[in-house]
């Protein structure tokens, strides 16, 4: 019976991640449009100013306000100063930077992920794995191809968004498991709210009237993206949804020709399948029975 669940939820649960990943494409796209006419710290202030209430009103509907109370206040502190601190990077990189580039860059984050997690969880890394990240490091050189005429400085900023995601997502196994996914989520975005409002404001540029619907949209993509993601780590193991998280790819470059005739350059379209690679082989290694 457990195997026959299983095996009708997976197809929904591709389908669920693959949702999720468009949803916050659209998030970068509509931010990168918004780069022109607000700092990157103001967007992400009206971002969470929009989308928490939102994720309240959720979690009031779902779980009552059981749901708001969390065990792990300090934690959650921390946490939301990594997620405002790569969401400033990322979306400052967007102004200088393709949209498929700097997607591509950020995947960096499970090589992160896999280098710190040996001083920072105490685990222990086999040759298969370090091999991996020296290969997706290698996919980030090939992109931002340091010394060539072409290197700009900004394509380092996905990176560091990558490694303080990385940071912000290890700091996840710190947080008691019985803590729910929405309540997690809203303290996500709360807590850079508060820390971008005094930056936000000292940069504040008056919003137009027609930009409301894009911060709007932003809030929107943004909460979905991550609700369902979320949900589809939850309804199938993570060696199968997670390569999917890769579709962002296909997405960014689809919505950079289309909005700004972005065509990825052939050492972006090259470092992006080294770090896919480099990405699915530590997704895969990790899902071994005993880890």
Known sequence: MLAALNARETPLAIATICAGVAFLVANDAVAKLLTDRYSPIQIVFLRNLIAVPIIIAVILAVFGSVGLRTRHLRLHALRGALMVTGAWLYFTALIYLPLAEATALVFSAPIFITALSVPLLGEQVGWRRWGAVLLGFVGVLVIVRPGSATFQLAALLPVGTALFYAIFMMSARWINRAERLW??????????????????????????????????????????????????????PAAIVAPFDYTALIWATGLGWLIWGDVPMLWTILGAAIIVASGIIIILREARPGR
């Not at 005094?198 to 979905?224: C, E, K, Y």
């Open 183 to 236: 309540t997690m989520m809203l303290f996500a975005m709360l807590f850079p709210l508060i820390y971008a409002a005094p930056f936000a404001i000292a940069n504040w540029a008056p919003v137009q009237t027609d930009d409301i619907a894009l911060f709007v949209a932003i809030a929107v993509f943004g909460s979905l993206g991550l609700a369902l993601i979320g949900q589809a780590f939850r309804m199938a």
